[in-house]
């Protein structure tokens, strides 16, 4: 069976060769996959921004997505995230293929937490730590050896950046701490759970479901940066005031202590700022973006 790929997504072979080699054979891998699975489409394909995913049926007649994805370091244990969660607080995972990076889920409504309240939004991704905050398998990667390479990468930051100095060097002292301290590994955190990546269920009692995580072996306190950089431009003219807002609504729903969600952050928002000064053409507006979200929640 063969699919068309979306123009949009085959638009991705624009971004290197792997990419390009990837799509050329994304086609053929799909149709192989909906026959040795007895899988039916049952819609239009959509994509992400590393992932197509197609609604299709089950042999049993069971709406299900199946998401086939660009293999990369971040995806490599996304299978194994979801198969342990085992529905709780997530997508619930049907069957997998890592070697093909292919996932069948349950099939969500498309409705994410996009439309609502941020700060209401924040509260209900709180909740979703906690059930998600489980005990790391033990094939996961740690952030502490994370923590532990950004201690280095921050040094090395060029002095010319237009970042402030006693920011890098706070940065970097709390990696170091981060990197040594036992509490900052061992629970299964998704590490990039925001608005776009919780979806409204359908099949099962759980209204709001964690898709699409990059998990780690990690401290939870790492987790509540990206609903605090996103929806960025929603804060235009009082971010200092929305993103705390958005800060402790996410602690206080999770539990969280402030101090050390407050610390990673800081850290999440250098490791952001160390990639964009090394891009072959910065961008000015992100920087300023990120340092002002590490000023606004100290």
């Known amino acids: 069976m063969s699919i068309t790929l979306p123009e949009t997504l085959l638009a991705y072979a624009g971004r290197g060769p792997n990419w390009a080699a990837w799509l050329d054979r994304l086609p053929r891998l799909v149709g192989e996959l909906l026959e040795e699975w007895s899988l039916t489409l049952d819609g239009e394909p959509a994509h992400g921004h590393t992932a197509l995913v ?12 199946l998401k086939v994805g660009w293999p990369h370091p971040e995806a490599e244990h996304e299978a194994l995230a979801l198969q342990h969660w085992h529905g709780r607080g997530a997508v619930l995972l049907l069957r997998a293929d890592p070697h093909r990076c292919a996932l069948l889920l349950e099939r969500l409504h498309p409705e994410d937490l996009g439309e609502h309240w941020d700060v209401q939004a924040c509260e209900i991704v709180g909740g979703l730590y906690r059930r998600l905050h489980v005990p790391a398998p033990p094939q996961l990667h740690r952030l502490s050896d994370q923590a532990a390479r950004w ?8 002095g010319a950046a237009p970042i402030p100095r006693r920011m890098i060097e706070h940065a970097r002292a709390l990696a170091r701490d981060f990197a040594a301290d036992e509490a900052s590994d061992g629970r299964l955190i998704h590490t990039d759970l925001h608005y776009a990546n919780v979806l409204a269920g359908v099949e099962r009692d759980e209204e709001w479901l964690a898709i699409d995580p990059k998990p780690l072996s990690g401290d939870p306190h790492y987790e509540p940066a990206p609903m ?32 050390r969600a407050r610390d990673w952050v800081i850290v999440r928002m250098l490791v952001n700022l160390k990639d964009e000064v090394a891009a072959t053409v910065p961008d000015r507006e992100a920087i300023t973006r990120w340092i002002t979200l590490a000023k606004a929640v100290q």
């Open 54 to 65: 197609l609604p299709v049926r089950t042999a049993a007649g069971r709406p299900a997505a």
């Open 151 to 158: 201690v280095d990468q921050f040094a090395a930051i060029d």
């Open 228 to 259: 605090l950089w996103n929806r960025w431009e929603e804060l235009d003219g009082r971010v200092r005031d929305g993103v705390r807002d958005r800060f402790f609504a996410l602690v206080d729903a999770a539990e969280l202590d402030e101090d």
